[in-house]
């Protein structure tokens, strides 16, 4: 595949599968758009984040995110009792950001799909914008059910379509997570965020689960009728989430209520849920931020500040955090 564009485009690999099979899942959709070994968003060799990209992350915002993140790490281990074996799982590592800031543990950067992380280990599991790009299902409430919206392509674009109400899997999480949910209102189903917690559950023999993204609990989600699923492209926010697949990236919040519930019920205690801002707080205290802050040069060291800044009252205020462990069998 040259840099210049994928051999086949998500929008001709959807509407073939929907010529051949109708209309799809929008879990189907957002997989081919995001994660298509050659057409999907993700994986054709371009740069979504920063200036030139379409959206910024806390990640972004090196050295200072990493040697927080990695502070808080260092407790968390000595909370375990500082074992040899200590090991650290990035899901969604992406362009290795957070490489250089955790290389002083046994690191494993881990992608959608990839089998390369160990099939048990003690540690933590560490997550930064991850579960909120996962594909999801969409339903909208009719009366005491919910009916899912599944997508076509009709009269030359890609369009919602309804489907048959929820059944399975997709049915027992809108009755434990959306029945709150008013008539009329869209909502996602996040099969596969309960997925990724029974994986890390199943891999983690005991340590902590430390998540961050963008995302609210069932009753805050009962504030986007329309659900929160959107588009970003060069730094704007974007409704029609079915426009150019491939070419735009798609989330829905992360939903931390079936995150935590899901967690506890694989034997995942929550320990915290808070800002971003409060957890990174908490990492630089014993220090004063000393560490984070210091630097050769002034310029560098203003460069820094401006960072702390972002990631305390910018982006700190608008992303939580969730720390869950898994204590050891007694």
Not at 220 to 249: C, I, K, N, W
Not at 285 to 305: I, K, M, N, V
């Amino acid at each position: 595949m040259s840099r210049s564009g994928p051999s086949v485009s998500a929008a001709s690999l959807l509407r073939e599968e929907i010529a051949r099979s109708g209309p799809l899942r929008f879990s189907r959709f957002m997989e081919i758009a995001l994660y298509h070994p050659e057409a999907g968003y993700y994986r054709r060799g371009r740069d979504p984040f920063g200036q030139r990209g379409d959206y910024y992350t806390a990640e972004q915002l090196q050295p200072v995110f990493g040697i927080l993140v990695a502070s808080l790490l260092r407790r968390l281990r000595r909370e375990m009792g500082e074992p040899e074996d200590f090991t650290v799982v990035e899901l969604g590592a992406g362009r290795m950001e957070m490489a250089e800031a955790l290389s002083e543990f046994r690191y494993f950067p881990v992608e959608l799909g990839s089998p390369d992380w160990p099939e048990r280990f003690r540690g933590v599991v560490f997550s930064n914008e991850f579960f909120d790009a996962l594909p999801v299902d969409v339903a909208v409430r009719r009366g005491a059910e919910f009916v899912e919206m599944l997508v076509d392509w009709r009269d030359g674009r890609f369009r919602w379509t309804e489907g048959a109400p929820l059944g399975g899997e997709h049915a027992a999480y809108a009755g434990r997570h959306l029945m709150q949910a008013a008539e009329g209102a869209w909502v996602e189903i996040g099969l596969e965020t309960l997925r990724w917690m029974e994986r890390i559950a199943g891999r983690l023999e005991s340590g902590y689960v430390f998540t961050i993204d963008y995302g609210y609990t069932s009753r805050e989600l009962l504030r986007f009728p329309q659900g929160t699923l959107m588009s970003y492209r060069r730094h704007t926010a974007l409704e029609d989430v079915l426009a150019d697949p491939g070419e735009q990236d798609i989330t829905a919040h992360a939903a931390f209520s079936a995150l935590r519930e899901h967690g506890e019920e694989l034997g995942l205690q929550t320990v915290r849920f808070e800002t971003l801002a409060a957890a990174l707080a908490a990492a630089g205290e014993a220090d004063g931020f000393a560490a984070a802050l210091s630097a050769p040069t002034e310029a560098e060291r203003l460069r820094r500040r401006l960072q702390l800044k972002t990631l305390l009252f910018g982006l700190g205020e608008t992303f939580r955090a969730l720390l869950q462990c898994k204590p050891p069998r007694s």
